[in-house]
C-alpha cells in the first residue's frame, strides 16, 4: 500500500514530534488504510501488518482503533489552520492579497496531505461524540477565519457585497473537493493548484464593473 501512488502524500510530517516513532509509523500505515478502505472496513490487523507488527501489537501504542483515527483527523485539523495562519499571512494588510494567500495555502495543504485530508473528511463518522465535538469546534475555527478574510474585504470595499456565508463555503468546498482525485504525482503541482484555486476564489468576490467600491 506503500508504494499506491495514489496513497503517497507528506501525511508523515503531520504527526506530533512528542509520538514515538512506532506511533507515528502506526499512523502513517492507518491512515493509508483508512484511505483506501474506510475507517470501518480497515482492521487492526491491516494497520499492524504494515509496519510489521501483530495485530494486538496495535493496542500497545493506541488503546483503540478510534483513537488513531482520532489522532490523524486532530493532527489534520489543527495542522492546516496552522498553515493558514501563517504570520506572513496575516501581515498582509490588502484583502485581496490576504484572501488569495489563504485560499492558495489551504489548497496547497490539502494538495500535499490529500490522504489524511481524506480522511479528515470522509471518515469522522468513526470517530465518538466527544471526539467529533473537538473536531468540529477546529472546523468552526477555520471557517469562522476565512468568514473573516471575506467580510474584511466586504467591508472594506475591496470585494463586492456577497453573502458571505455561502461564498466562503463555496471556497472551502472547492479547495477540500481535490482530495477526491488529487495525486502527486498529476499533472499540477499543489503549487499551481494553489494559485489556481485562489484565483477562482477571488472572482467570486470581484466586484461587477461600474460597483467597485459601491
Known sequence: ????????????????????????????SAVRCFAANGFHATTTRDIAECVGLSPAALYVHFPSKELVLFEIIRAGHEQVLTYVRDPGILA??????????IVSAYT??????HVTARVCQMELNGLTAEHYGEIVELRHQTNGFFRGAVARGVADGSFARVDVKRVTRAMLSLSIDL???????????????GEFYA????????????????
Not at 504527526?15 to 502513517?28: E, I, K, V
Not at 496547497?108 to 496531505?113: E, V
Open 179 to 193: 482530495v477526491r482525485w488529487y495525486r502527486l504525482d498529476g499533472s499540477d503541482s499543489p503549487e499551481q493548484l
Open 92 to 101: 498582509l494588510e490588502n484583502s485581496a492579497d490576504r484572501l488569495r494567500a
Open 108 to 113: 496547497r495543504w490539502h494538495a500535499r496531505h
Open 199 to 214: 484565483e477562482l476564489a477571488l472572482k467570486l468576490v470581484t466586484p461587477s464593473r461600474g460597483t467597485a467600491g459601491g
Open 1 to 28: 500500500m506503500a508504494d499506491d501512488p495514489r496513497l503517497r502524500d507528506h501525511s508523515p510530517d503531520l504527526w506530533r514530534a512528542d509520538l514515538g516513532d512506532m506511533q507515528r509509523r502506526l499512523l502513517s
